[in-house]
T-cell receptor, first 112, second 112 residues
Framework: NAGVTQTPKFQVLKTGQSMTLQCAQD?????MYWYRQDPGMGLRLIYY???????DKGEVPNGYNVSRLNKREFSLRLESAAPSQTSVYFC???????????FGPGTRLLVL | QKEVEQDPGPLSVPEGAIVSLNCTYS??????FMWYRQYSRKGPELLMY????GNKEDGRFTAQVDKSSKYISLFIRDSQPSDSATYLC????????????FGKGTHLIIQP
């Protein structure tokens, strides 16, 4: 049981480049989430998917798009990266029986 | 005013001391309250979860929620150097797939 996995672990982009952050979970959870963590700001919700086929905006969705590819996978896309998107990105999935969100190890993104 | 306030610290205490970590919040709709622990360069991991007001104990950890004061606490007894980490409070409104609202996290250092 790998839990929540994220790729890549670290990425450097130039302003204007695009990239997709990948997330997968093997716990058969319905709901998945993307957060960003910045110094002094805590974790903030970007987008979430309550179930396969649905996505909703969180607190800070501007500049991002998401795709819930299937029940296991939830990707986050930056179409035109900006330095303000330099952050650590965490994916999470929700275990309803435990009322718990499980987090992945994170992706560190640096936009120059 | 941010929805969830948490002193970022750092909080430094000697090994064996009782640690008290706290958060206040402004939104009375929050019903589910969590404490996550995050080691450097890792994803958050759930420590304690409480629904509505009351206390919950798990080993050396005790979580308290006072909804009338909009105040939550985490106590760590017999603190160990391995408890050194950032502690994040988190909360959400309803059951199900709602995303979490986090505090900024408190950096805790346990001195051997």
């Amino acid at each position: 049981n790998a839990g929540v996995t994220q790729t890549p672990k670290f990425q450097v982009l130039k302003t204007g480049q695009s990239m997709t952050l990948q997330c997968a979970q093997d716990m058969n959870h319905n709901s998945m989430y993307w957060y960003r963590q910045d110094p002094g700001m805590g974790l903030r919700l970007i987008y979430y998917s309550a179930s396969e086929g649905t996505t909703d905006k969180g607190e800070v969705p501007n500049g991002y798009n998401v795709s819930r590819l299937n029940k296991r996978e939830f990707s986050l896309r930056l179409e035109s990266a900006a330095p303000s998107q330099t952050s650590v990105y965490f994916c999470a999935s929700f275990d309803r029986s435990q009322e718990t969100q499980y987090f992945g190890p994170g992706t560190r993104l640096l936009v120059l | 005013q941010k929805e969830v306030e948490q002193d970022p610290g750092p909080l430094s205490v000697p090994e064996g001391a009782i640690v008290s970590l706290n958060c206040t919040y402004s939104n009375s709709a929050f019903q589910y309250f969590m404490w996550y622990r995050q080691y450097s360069r890792k994803g958050p991991e759930l420590l304690m979860y409480t629904y509505s007001s009351g206390n919950k104990e798990d080993g050396r950890f005790t979580a308290q929620v006072d909804k009338s004061s909009k105040y939550i606490s985490l106590f760590i007894r017999d603190s160990q150097p391995s408890d050194s980490a950032t502690y994040l409070c988190a909360m959400r409104r309803g059951g199900g797939a709602d995303g979490l609202t986090f505090g900024k996290g408190t950096h805790l250092i346990i001195q051997p």
